[in-house]
């Protein structure tokens, strides 16, 4: 089971940092992702990081400004995310895979989401 928290409404500009807590299974085997889906949109790849922490990838629209970070003990995975536009408004959802990938469709287990909006 994946929980998904700390979105909320912040100014263009600004920063939140969302969490994704895990229990139920061994966190540190799965690959974490975090993925958006804004109203009318396809749900798209945002980040990710590898089991250990050690790697991770990034949409082109949030390199720089947003950061994925895991805490194995204790079964956490964080997305912070700074200089926020508009256009990153969203539902965030957190992902685990057994394999690092950019398509929704290989994760395995889903987060509840967090919505994300920006003003301007």
């Known amino acids: 089971q994946l929980q998904a928290s700390g979105g909320g409404l912040v100014q263009a500009g600004g920063s939140l940092r969302l969490s994704c807590a895990a229990s139920g299974r061994t966190f540190s085997n799965y690959v974490m992702g975090w993925f958006r889906q804004a109203p009318g949109k396809e749900r798209e790849f945002v980040t990710l990081?590898?089991?250990?922490?050690?790697?991770?990838r990034h949409a082109n629209s949030v390199k720089g400004r947003f950061t994925i970070s895991r805490d194995n003990a204790k079964n956490t995975v964080y997305l912070q995310m700074n200089a926020l536009k508009p256009e990153d408004t969203a539902v965030y959802y957190c992902a685990a895979a057994t394999r690092m990938a950019t398509v929704p469709q290989m994760y395995d287990y889903w987060g509840q989401g967090t919505q994300v909006t920006v003003s301007s």
């Open positions: 990081i590898n089991e250990s922490g050690t790697g991770t």
